[in-house]
């Protein structure tokens, strides 16, 4: 139900508007007059908000100009009274949404406020959709509990604070890092991604910050740091509780002032939002002293926990259809089935790496399925992911003739880089170490199978 907020210093007025729109079906909520409803908006924000143009101390233009701010995708309705038509037209200037004379006719009313509604959700369907072609992948969120998440996430987007999002590892941290600028004023601007737990610690800081041509032995170049990269952006760090706490001194630093060093190079002053995520405490962190403790308030403006999968057993079925989706067109698959039977299974099972897991397991699936069906008998054939079991996967079965030779190579070669990489907590080094190649090479596959920034 589109929530409406009511701004109006006469209480006679609040009450009409609030019985008309609520036998049209809004869930109204008032507020006496431009201060109360900021402070509404602020908390709870809206659908549409309706306020009187003529009030005491905030008035309705200083009501439209602070809401423009807080989140430009609501439209705002003024409502004004005979002989202020001028300043009703200044107000459309300004960015309201349209203007509402007094006496209005209620059919009138409803048809405005239905029309505002229609926009706004225009407009969050377009920042989606902005966010999908960010990742290259849907959005699901069927969950009461993921939709109170990204109703958080597109209510304090546009307000350029710092934001702190935990989370168990694989939740989807990095799907709301994205949904945060695609619904930001700086949605036009780059979102820059480092991943602190997939580099090494004496490396972040040039990583960050950059580096000067000769600054340490095989610097042969000057590097721009990823502070300076997301310039006018938003930077998305994630896992920075790994972050030597030499580093977080400048990453206070340049949340502050946005001064950033480069490694032997000279000061330069970015502007940027920062989003943060982590799968640890920080606060308990800090309190050990393994974690900056001026650093964490810096970062826990706007905290928001990401809940594990098994909080929100609703989104599993969407997730499965979806990645069912992705990875069958990926290897040149047909139709696909996926047994009922399956699907209560994994909304029934705990998933420790939330969607991460559920998603490398479909792909598994997927890939040594003999007959385009997923069963609970084949996932049940296999020991969740264990090194032994994707050996015995490989030789569960081939494919079948409808599957290239290729897909099935690159099947198989995903789902032990996946494992492998997990099995290493996303540490690149390591799990070059383990699977015997340069680095470069397994940073050019986490990228061809869609293994990276996955928070």
Not at 427 to 437: C, D, F, H, I, K
């Amino acid at each position: 139900m589109p929530r409406v907020l009511v701004i109006d210093d006469e209480p006679a007025m609040r009450f009409t508007l609030e019985a008309v729109l609520g036998d049209a079906g809004f869930d109204v909520h008032t507020a006496d007059g431009g201060g109360a409803g900021i402070a509404d908006f602020e908390a709870h924000g809206a659908d549409v908000v309706l306020t009187d143009l003529a009030m005491p101390e905030v008035d309705g233009m200083k009501v439209l100009a602070t809401l423009r701010v807080q989140d430009p995708s609501v439209p705002v309705m003024m409502l004004t009274a005979h002989g202020s038509e001028r300043v009703a037209v200044a107000a459309m200037k300004a960015g309201a949404f349209d203007y509402i004379p007094k006496p209005f006719d209620p059919d009138e009313l409803v048809l405005a406020v239905k029309r505002g509604v229609e926009t706004r959700a225009l407009r969050l369907e377009n920042a989606r959709l902005r966010t999908e072609a960010s990742l290259g992948r849907a959005i699901v969120a069927e969950s009461p509990a993921i939709r109170r998440v990204l109703d958080l996430v597109t209510r304090v987007a546009p307000k350029d604070v710092t934001v702190l999002l935990t989370g168990e590892s694989g939740v989807g941290k990095d799907v709301l890092a994205a949904t945060l600028h695609a619904h930001s004023k700086r949605a036009q601007k780059v979102l820059v991604r480092f991943n602190a737990a997939a580099i090494p610690g004496e490396l972040a800081e040039a990583e960050l910050f950059g580096h000067a041509k000769g600054a340490f032995t095989g610097a042969h170049a000057a590097r721009t740091g990823f502070f300076q990269q997301a310039d006018k952006g938003t930077l998305f760090i994630d896992e920075i509780g790994e972050l030597p706490l030499a580093i977080q001194a400048k990453v206070l630093r340049a949340i502050q002032s946005g001064d950033v060093q480069p490694v032997g190079g000279r000061a330069e002053n970015v502007d940027v939002r920062l989003v943060a995520a982590t799968n640890r405490d920080l606060a308990a962190e800090a309190k050990a002293g393994r974690f900056r403790e001026d650093l964490f308030y810096r970062l826990n403006v706007v905290p928001i926990r990401v809940p594990p999968l098994r909080e929100r057993t609703e989104d599993v079925e969407p997730l499965v259809h979806s990645f069912v989706r992705t990875y069958s067109d990926r290897y040149g698959m047909g139709q696909v089935t996926v047994e009922q039977a399956l699907v209560e299974a994994f909304k029934a099972h705990t998933w420790p790496g939330n969607v991460r897991e559920l998603e490398n397991t479909v792909a598994r699936l997927l890939a040594l399925t003999a007959d385009d069906k997923l069963t609970l008998a084949l996932w049940r054939s296999l020991d969740a992911g264990s090194p032994s079991s994707i050996s015995r996967a490989a030789n569960a079965g081939d494919p079948g003739p409808s599957h290239p030779l290729r897909a099935r190579v690159e099947a198989f070669e995903r789902s032990i880089i996946a494992g492998e990489f997990d099995a290493a907590n996303k540490n690149q080094s390591e799990t070059a170490r383990r699977l015997g190649v340069s680095r470069p090479a397994l940073i050019e596959k986490l990228h061809k199978y869609g293994l990276l920034d996955r928070g």
